[in-house]
T-cell receptor, first 117, second 115 residues
Framework: AQKVTQAQTEISVVEKEDVTLDCVYETRDTTYYLFWYKQPPSGELVFLIRRNSFDEQNEISGRYSWNFQKSTSSFNFTITASQVVDSAVYFCALAKDRGSTLGRLYFGRGTQLTVWP | DADVTQTPRNRITKTGKRIMLECSQTKGHDRMYWYRQDPGLGLRLIYYSFDVKDINKGEISDGYSVSRQAQAKFSLSLESAIPNQTALYFC??????????????FGEGSRLTVL
């Protein structure tokens, strides 16, 4: 069975602080995809990153960085120098790599991040 | 224009009414999905379709039905709406190959309120 746990329900920080959003996943598959999506107050879902289980390299995109560790089944997301516009709900998700359910995502419950000016 | 379009974007209805949420896409993807979002629960899969002839139940299909009218269209129906179906509904598509394999492309969401 696939499961994604985002233990942090809500996080509040002050602008310019760094913040890490945790994501722990469970799967019996040896290959899979991991995702992060952002949902700003306007409600749409914005794709942030997709990571294949073969690729354990960390990734940095501007102020965003992701730490993927298969040994701990974690795919954490760090925002450096947070800004008010980063305020949103962030979802971590897991997908099988192959088979009949390819493309079906299993979502965590989300972390509400609030960045105060 | 959005690649995945949902209509209506907002709808208020009464208990017992039939309601249909429509989704159309221009991405050319075979796979389409309906998810439901409730505060604190994340997104949960209602139904998904791999092609026009293939419909599958997700985690929470009770009280819902779907129709895949064409590759580009996937509708979600609530035959007799009830208040606990008040939620934000998302349609999504996905591709099986290429650089976006496995990624979901979402519509803008349909907010449904059942009174």
């Amino acid at each position: 069975a696939q499961k994604v746990t985002q233990a942090q329900t809500e996080i509040s920080v002050v602008e310019k602080e760094d913040v890490t959003l945790d994501c722990v996943y469970e799967t019996r598959d040896t290959t899979y995809y991991l995702f992060w999506y952002k949902q700003p107050p306007s409600g749409e879902l914005v794709f942030l990153i997709r990571r294949n289980s073969f690729d354990e390299q960390n990734e940095i995109s501007g102020r965003y960085s992701w730490n993927f560790q298969k040994s701990t089944s974690s795919f954490n997301f760090t925002i450096t120098a947070s800004q008010v516009v980063d305020s949103a709900v962030y979802f971590c998700a897991l997908a099988k790599d192959r088979g009949s359910t390819l493309g079906r995502l299993y979502f965590g419950r989300g972390t509400q991040l609030t960045v105060w000016p | 224009d959005a690649d995945v379009t949902q209509t209506p974007r907002n709808r208020i209805t009464k208990t017992g009414k039939r309601i249909m949420l429509e989704c159309s896409q221009t991405k050319g993807h075979d796979r389409m999905y309906w998810y439901r979002q409730d505060p604190g629960l994340g997104l949960r899969l209602i139904y998904y379709s791999f092609d026009v002839k293939d419909i599958n139940k997700g985690e929470i299909s009770d009280g819902y039905s779907v129709s895949r009218q064409a590759q580009a269209k996937f509708s979600l129906s609530l035959e007799s709406a009830i208040p606990n179906q008040t939620a934000l509904y998302f349609c999504a598509t996905s591709d099986l190959s290429g650089p976006n394999t496995g990624e979901l492309f979402f519509g803008e969401g349909s907010r449904l309120t059942v009174l």
